[in-house]
């Protein structure tokens, strides 16, 4: 069982930066694929980035390519979202997640282990 714990959400301006934090207890993530997610108000949640176990290789959705880099130090057995020129679309709750198998996948309910999500709040 891995415990999984977002931090470094908040309200940001246009433009701004957040780097978001996902540290897990209980068990090693480093055979684990890593996933971010989030869900907008009304919406349904939505595939962010992915992480591969070793760090090689990532996978983003399309609205966040080129301003949001996704990476892991499995040595502190934490994975992190770093959110440049946010917009106020990329408002929502966002949610980290393991999957403990080879594969990336976009897909939630691959993933085995969720956290409790951490707020962030884009204002135009």
């Known amino acids: 069982q891995v415990q999984l714990v977002e931090s470094g959400g908040g309200l940001v301006q246009a433009g701004g930066s957040l780097r978001l934090s996902c540290a897990a207890s209980g068990r090693t993530i480093s055979n684990a694929v890593m996933g971010w997610f989030r869900q907008a108000p009304g919406k349904e949640r939505e595939f962010v980035a992915a992480i591969t176990r070793t760090g090689g290789g990532t996978e983003y959705a399309d609205s966040v390519k080129g301003r949001f880099t996704i990476s892991r130090d499995n040595a502190k057995n934490t994975v992190y979202l770093q959110m440049n020129s946010l917009k106020p679309e990329d408002t929502g709750v966002y949610y980290c997640?393991?999957?403990?198998?080879?594969?990336?996948?976009?897909?939630?309910?691959?993933?085995?282990?969720w956290g409790q999500g951490t707020q962030v709040t884009v204002s135009s």
């Open positions: 997640a393991a999957d403990y198998t080879i594969f990336v996948r976009r897909t939630q309910s691959a993933y085995d282990y």
